[in-house]
């Protein structure tokens, strides 16, 4: 569309070339709205295909419609220790990305070693270090005679699923972190340094506000994540989710009921929570449009 | 540099703005280093305070090295199982990724929920489905008469943990294909169907050979992850790394030595393979050198 037939203020005549390019967009719409609702239907002949077989297979609805209250309880357990465990992965991830940016050896040292060494191995293994490993450590130490250090060691299984959550997902956002804050431009170190603010007053006031702002929907992405990883911590005991449902299939042999519950209740759950993130990257990007 | 100091040849001028260059290279260098050198000596005091503390709470070293063996035979039944799931992986992702782009809107749709659901559940709950659900369902068969079918879902626990790993990976991996296929220009396409190529030959000839300069590190990177999450499969009962690591630590309550163990192999790991790849990345980024 050229500059001169583009509607000027008060003029009343309708470019024929507007009302065709209209109508494209129009059938445009139409078209991927038609083919939306195509995918739909094949996605509801899908899932009815599926539960007709499992049906035909004497799976017990019953049962489930029982027992489901019992595993959607886990979904509050389950909603707690991810948001508990993103908010000290958030905090340790912080940390963990000013030591890898600081000049200070040991904190660049500490820091690299502890991403290496958590990206480098299995959230399984370090949530039985957690969970078995430290109460060893623990039982050595009351023996040795401190008693109040060693009970420190021994953790309940809540506070191991949470405490080796937040260890593993610190790691991993740490880089995204220390990427926002690179991203922070070099121009505004260098004025407020020019202004005389002291490191730490640069960091609190000028890179960390925009920092963190760049880098809220990976928070929000890493905690969809963990709403998924969460199911590890049923290993160790933690009444989620997937820790009721396999706690009812195993009993009654009723596997693939309160399986296919347990992953209803996730797929719910983190469709709510990728709906959520997606509003929330919209609000976040409508501050830097023109 | 301005020209007129450039080396003629024949001329025998020396530019000092060369020397005084070439000095602040080397002293960026030799900064840089010696800051490696700090940061690995804190990396090596890191490691050896951690040892000494472990000692100090009678940790057992001699019970490490007398059973560390076994756990280093973890070892390639961890790259077996990765790599078999990988490959597997990687043809769902093909046909996933075909199916998204696709203009079939059952194509479209299966390859849509199959991929919403697998992001949206748990690794765990499928693995668990799988290696306890469909026996479940395979006993039905049988029970009604399909003995062979039902037979076929019963799947041994490294059939369980490899089909359940590479609809996992398939999922992540539709997303890296669906890239590496965009990646190619539309114009590419237009030209293959105005020379007549059917849709097969052109993704065959001038599609996938150019999509797999961009898929082949993803699929890599994609593989270290796997390695780490093939220690869930422990849980079904293969004899990878984190099972035989976890077998002796509950026999003799030894869990910090053997969990140490297994995660230095999957550090160790880690390690050589992401070297690996950075070598691979380097060799496929010559071909785009100018």
Excluded at chain 2, 134 to 146: D, E, M, N, T, V
Excluded at chain 2, 162 to 186: D, P, W
Aim: a positive charge; aromatic letters at 8%.
């Amino acid at each position: 569309m050229s500059v001169d037939t583009v509607r000027q203020p008060g003029a009343t005549a309708a470019d024929p070339g507007l009302s065709m390019g209209l109508e494209l967009l129009a059938a445009q719409n139409r078209a991927r709205l038609i083919q939306s609702a195509k995918v739909g239907a094949v996605w509801v002949g899908l899932v009815a295909l599926l539960a007709a077989t499992l049906l035909q297979l004497r799976i017990d609805v019953p049962y489930a419609a029982r027992y489901y209250g019992y595993v959607l309880q886990g979904v509050t357990t389950t909603l707690w220790v991810s948001l508990v465990s993103i908010f000290f992965a958030t905090i340790l991830a912080l940390f963990g990305a000013l030591g890898r940016l600081s000049r200070n050896s040991i904190a660049q040292g500490v820091s690299g070693l502890y991403i290496s060494v958590i990206r480098g191995t299995p959230l399984l293994v370090q949530l039985w270090l957690i969970h078995l490993g430290l109460p060893q450590i623990g039982i050595e130490l009351i023996g040795l005679g401190f008693p109040r250090l060693g009970k420190l060691f021994i953790l309940r299984a809540v506070q191991s699923g949470i405490l080796a959550l937040s260890l593993n997902y610190g790691a991993y956002m740490a880089e995204v972190f220390r990427a926002g804050i690179q991203s922070v431009g070099h121009g505004q170190r260098e004025a407020a340094q020019a202004i005389g603010m002291t490191h730490w007053q640069m960091l609190r006031r000028v890179v960390l506000p925009q920092a963190i702002r760049v880098s809220i929907p990976d928070i929000g992405n890493n905690f969809i994540f963990m709403l998924k990883d969460s199911a590890l911590v049923s290993v160790i005991g933690v009444m989620e989710i997937t820790c009721r449902a396999s706690r009812l299939a195993r009993r009654d042999s009723k596997c693939m009921e309160m399986l296919l519950v347990a992953a209803a209740a996730y797929w719910i759950l983190t469709n709510i929570a990728s709906w959520l993130q997606s509003r929330l990257e919209n609000r976040m990007a409508r501050a830097y449009r023109h | 540099m301005s020209m007129e100091t450039l080396r003629q040849p024949g001329t025998t001028a020396v530019d000092p703005d060369l020397y005084m260059g070439l000095e602040l290279l080397a002293a960026q260098n030799r900064a840089r280093l010696i800051q490696n050198v700090k940061v690995g000596a804190v990396w090596v005091g890191l490691v050896a305070l951690l040892a000494a503390m472990l000692l100090g709470v009678h940790v057992d070293p001699s019970y490490a090295a007398e059973h560390y063996g076994f756990v280093l035979q973890g070892v390639l039944t961890t790259i077996r199982v990765s790599l078999t799931s990988i490959s597997f992986a990687t043809c769902l992702g093909l046909f996933g990724a075909l199916g998204r782009v696709s203009r079939n809107s059952i194509a479209q749709g299966v390859s849509g929920l199959y991929i919403s659901v697998i992001r949206g559940t748990p690794l765990l709950i499928q693995l668990l489905i799988i290696y306890l659900g469909l026996p479940q369902i395979g006993r039905q068969l049988i029970a009604l008469g399909f003995r062979q079918l039902g037979e076929l879902l019963t799947l041994s626990a490294t059939q369980s943990g490899i089909l359940a790993l590479g609809l996992n990976y398939g999922a992540y991996l539709t997303e890296v294909f669906r890239a590496g296929m965009q990646s190619v220009g539309h114009g590419q396409r237009e030209a293959a169907r105005a020379l007549g190529m059917t849709p097969v030959q052109m993704l065959r000839r001038v599609v996938l050979p150019q999509a797999i300069r961009v898929v082949i590190p993803n699929v890599g990177n994609y593989f270290i992850s796997m390695q780490k999450d093939s220690a869930l499969v422990s849980i079904v009962g293969i004899w990878e790394i984190t099972f035989r690591a976890t077998r002796f630590a509950r026999k003799d309550s030894k869990f910090i030595e053997m969990l140490l163990v297994g995660a230095a192999f999957y550090w160790i790991m880690t390690l050589v393979f992401s070297w690996l790849q950075s070598q691979l990345e380097r060799r496929m980024a010559h071909a785009y050198e100018r």
